[in-house]
């Protein structure tokens, strides 16, 4: 267990639809991380949060926002959600001064 | 901006035998390597990483890497697998990004079959 927790595991939804994931980092993690993993696209990088604050921001589409909350959870919107969206979702956390990545179970969005 | 390459995309290895998964990058500034194990349907377990000191680096579940800078390399090995050692493989980089941030860039994976 990673400390890393993500929900929901599964989400099935249709096309044109909203949907957002949570995550919550580890206890005491300040950074929280975005990835989403297809098979044709393999892990890219989405967003960075630290501390509140968008940090860093990688293939994220426009349709993509995320955020964090006082409480450090963070949530990923996915909206007018396409077929080509269905993939794995990964949050992951790291302390301050990173030196390395935690990273939940993932949820599986289906687009259909 | 940084990369990294796995060479294999597939390594059948029978049980007990050694392994090798390959693992380049590349960066114009220093970085920190990473090699996480993903189980099927299941999220990226750390195996090992390298920040600093001591170029050979190792990790759980018997697995060791070796960073070499002038190759810039991180190849994962390990003497002798377990048929449970059957998952994919990711290599990653991070290094500061303008802004402070951090990420980690992951190669495109490397599964491992062990067969009997």
């Known amino acids: 267990d990673s400390g890393v927790t993500q929900t929901p595991k599964h989400l099935i939804t249709a096309t044109g639809q909203r949907v957002t994931l949570r995550c919550s980092p580890r206890?005491?993690?300040?950074?929280v991380y975005w990835y989403q993993q297809s098979l044709d696209q393999g892990l890219q990088f989405l967003i960075q949060?630290?501390?509140?604050?968008?940090?860093a921001k990688g293939n994220i589409l426009e349709r993509f926002s995320a955020q964090q909350f006082p409480d450090l959870h963070s949530e990923l919107n996915l909206s007018s959600l396409e077929l080509g969206d269905s993939a794995l979702y990964f949050c992951a956390s790291s302390e301050q001064g990173f030196t390395e990545a935690f990273f939940g179970q993932g949820t599986r969005l289906t687009v259909v | 901006a940084q990369s990294v390459t796995q060479l294999d995309s597939q390594v059948p290895v029978f049980e007990e035998a050694p392994v090798e998964l390959r693992c380049n990058y590349s960066?114009?500034?220093?970085?920190?390597l990473f090699w996480y194990v993903q189980y099927p349907n299941q999220g990226l377990q750390l195996l090992l990483k390298y920040l600093s000191g001591s170029t050979l680096v190792k990790g759980i579940n018997g697995f060791e890497a070796e960073f070499n800078k002038s190759q810039t390399s991180f190849h994962l090995r390990k003497p002798s697998v377990h048929i449970s050692d059957t998952a994919e493989y990711f290599c990653?980089?991070?290094?500061?990004?303008?802004?402070?941030?951090?990420?980690?860039?992951f190669g495109t994976g490397t599964q491992l079959k062990v067969e009997l």
């Open positions: 206890s005491g993690d300040l950074s």
């Open positions: 990653a980089v991070s290094a500061h990004i303008t802004g402070g941030g951090n990420k980690l860039t």
């Open positions: 949060y630290y501390n509140g604050e968008e940090r």
């Open positions: 960066s114009s500034v220093s970085v920190y």
